[in-house]
C-alpha cells in the first residue's frame, strides 16, 4: 500500500475511514478488476465489482472506476476497504488532551491503534475520527493492539512534521508500566541492549547476534509477591521491543502470547489483557517551547 502524492486529488474520509491506496505495478491484466483480484485474492471478485459499482474505488483525479474500467500501469488507485463482519471490541479510549496541534488518547488493551488485516472500524484512529471529525488526524506513533496507555496524534498537517521530528530525533521520553515475575537475583536497573530482527511468523520479532540496535531501562517499582511491577524506558523504538527483552531476562510480561512462547490469540481472552502500559510521555514542544508531560489514567 501507498501514500498518496501530493498532487492527487485526496479521497474523503467515510464515516471515519479513509481510503487506502496502491500504485499499478507491470503487468498485462485486461481490466483494473482482474488486477485487484489478483493482489487481493481473500477478497471475492464480486465484493471488488461491488464496491467499484458503489464508487469505492477511485484514479488520482478523483475520478471512479468501474469493473470494465482497463488496466493502465503505474496508475494510482484510491479503494475503500470493507470488513463485513467485525466483531466490536468492548472497551472506549479516553481523549486526555486535544488543541490545535495535538491530540492525546488512552488507548484500551486488545484495540489497534491503525486499520489493518481484520481490523477496520475497530481501531482507535477511526473511532477517534468519528468522534472528533478530525478528518486529518494522523498518528505520530503506535501501540501494539495488545498494549494499553498514551498514544499522541497530529491534528495539524502544518506541524505534523515538527512533531513526528520528536519520535525519529529520541527526543521524548516514553515510560511504561508492565507487571512480569519477580526476579528475586537481579539487582536494578538493568539496562539491556540487544540486536531485533524479524523472526517466524512475520509479526515476531527476536535477538539476534551483531551490533545493538535496542536499548532499554527496567526499574523495579514494587514487589508483588511472584509478580513485580517494573518501569520501563525504552531508549529505541522496535517493534515489540519491551516485550521481547523482557521475555529474554526471563520475566515475561504477564499475559504475553507471544513471547516467549507464540501461543494462540485468534480468540480474545478480554480477562487476560497484557500487562504492559504506555504511563507517561513528556517532551519540549517543538511548536511552543512549552514542556509538554501526559499522563495515562489507566492502570494495570
Not at 492525546?104 to 491503534?113: C, G, M, N, Q, S
Not at 499522541?152 to 513526528?164: D, H, I, K, P, Q
Amino acid at each position: 500500500m501507498n501514500r498518496a502524492p501530493e498532487n492527487s486529488v485526496r479521497p474523503p474520509t467515510v464515516d471515519g475511514i479513509g481510503a487506502s491506496s496502491v500504485r499499478l505495478p507491470p503487468g498485462d491484466w485486461p481490466l483494473l478488476l482482474d488486477f485487484l483480484c489478483r493482489r487481493f485474492a481473500e477478497v471475492p471478485r464480486a465484493i471488488w465489482a461491488a464496491r467499484m459499482h458503489d464508487g469505492r474505488v477511485h484514479d488520482a483525479d478523483g475520478q471512479r472506476l468501474d469493473p470494465a474500467s482497463p488496466y493502465r500501469p503505474g496508475r494510482l488507485i484510491h479503494y475503500y476497504r470493507d470488513l463485513s463482519v467485525e466483531a466490536p471490541i468492548p472497551f472506549e479510549a479516553t481523549i486526555l488532551h486535544r488543541d490545535a496541534h495535538l491530540l492525546v488518547a488512552d488507548k484500551p488493551h486488545f484495540l489497534p491503534t491503525i486499520p489493518s488485516g481484520r481490523f477496520l472500524r475497530e481501531t482507535l484512529l477511526v473511532r477517534l475520527k468519528q468522534q472528533t471529525g478530525l478528518d486529518d488526524l494522523i498518528p505520530l506513533h503506535r501501540l501494539d493492539r495488545a498494549t494499553a496507555g498514551l498514544v499522541l496524534f497530529s491534528v495539524n498537517a502544518e506541524t505534523r512534521g515538527a512533531y513526528s521530528a520528536l519520535f525519529a530525533g529520541r527526543r521524548i521520553d516514553k515510560t511504561y508500566e508492565a507487571l512480569a515475575p519477580t526476579l528475586a537475583e537481579r539487582a536494578f536497573p538493568i539496562i539491556h541492549r540487544s540486536r531485533m530482527v524479524e523472526s517466524t511468523p512475520f509479526f515476531r520479532m527476536t535477538e539476534a547476534d551483531g551490533v545493538a540496535n535496542t536499548e532499554t531501562r527496567i526499574e523495579l517499582i514494587e514487589t508483588l509477591g511472584a509478580i513485580s511491577r517494573y518501569r520501563l524506558h525504552p531508549h529505541t523504538g522496535r517493534k515489540h521491543q519491551l516485550r521481547v527483552h523482557m521475555a529474554a531476562l526471563g520475566m515475561p510480561i504477564v499475559n504475553d502470547l507471544w513471547y516467549p512462547t507464540l501461543c494462540d490469540d485468534r480468540l480474545d481472552d478480554y480477562s487476560r489483557p497484557l500487562k504492559l502500559l504506555a504511563r507517561s510521555l513528556s517532551f519540549v514542544d517543538p511548536v511552543t517551547g512549552a514542556h509538554r508531560h501526559f499522563e495515562s489514567r489507566l492502570v494495570l
